[in-house]
């Protein structure tokens, strides 16, 4: 399975800014996920990233708030914009496994927006 | 649209004891299901999958799950519980396409007593 590790592992922020997320892979990858994980709840896709494309989101979630980036096939970003308290979560990317019907997961991202 | 169900947000057993988890899905095609697990402030971890095949799916650190297709149901095993089994455990599905999008459970914390 690919490596994935992301950046920063955790981030204490205050409502109004933004914040930027790192996901690297250890390899190239075709499409990367980002999903939300709020306190105490399951996880929820937010949008769908593949490299040369923009982005592709899921009911809920909107580009302005989101925005997504992916520059190459090992890269990509996710950006929380105008945060408010309401947006801490755990955020955490994925790509897809060799045997391309299984994703797996990097570390995530403990964002807390006071 | 796909769901998920997972019975029981927290399950206690001892240690030496059987687990199991419970996880229901539902989809209108011949799903891909799978069981992820998440350990304190970490991300999550494939336990295991079923894509087809073999209903009998074995996967990590002792772990299995059998696909039932008539029971909707995709349960989660393992013959004697360790104190390290001790996380929240999700199950997941997608619609085997080759965009998949994976429906998360709402989760099972697994707690085990000495």
């Known amino acids: 399975s690919a490596v994935i590790s992301q950046k920063p592992s955790r981030d204490i922020c205050q409502r109004g800014t933004s914040l930027t997320i790192q996901c690297q892979v250890d390899s190239q990858v075709t499409m990367m996920f980002w999903y939300r994980q709020q306190p105490g709840q399951s996880l929820t896709l937010i949008a769908t990233a593949n490299q040369g494309s923009e982005a592709t989101y899921e009911s809920g979630f909107v580009i302005d708030k989101f925005p997504i980036s992916r520059p190459n096939l090992t890269f990509s970003t996710l950006t929380v914009s105008n945060m408010s308290p309401e947006d801490s979560s755990i955020y955490l990317c994925?790509?897809?496994?060799?045997?391309?019907?299984?994703?797996?997961f990097g570390p995530g991202t403990r964002l807390t927006v006071t | 649209a796909q769901s998920v169900t997972q019975l029981g947000s927290h399950v206690s057993v001892s240690e030496g004891a059987l687990v199991l988890l419970r996880c229901n899905y539902s989809s209108s095609v011949p799903p891909y299901l799978f069981w992820y697990v998440q350990y304190p402030n970490q991300g999550l971890q494939l336990l295991l999958k079923?894509?087809?095949?073999?209903?009998l799916v074995k996967g990590i650190n002792g772990f299995e799950a059998e696909f039932k297709k008539s029971e909707t149901s995709f349960h989660l095993t393992k013959p004697s519980a360790h104190m390290s089994d001790a996380a929240e455990y999700f199950c997941?599905?997608?619609?085997?396409?080759?965009?998949?999008?994976?429906?998360f459970g709402t989760g099972t914390r697994l707690l085990v007593s000495p």
């Open positions: 994925s790509t897809m496994g060799l045997a391309g019907n299984e994703q797996y």
């Open positions: 079923y894509t087809t095949g073999a209903t």
């Open positions: 997941a599905v997608s619609d085997g396409t080759g965009f998949q999008k994976l429906v």
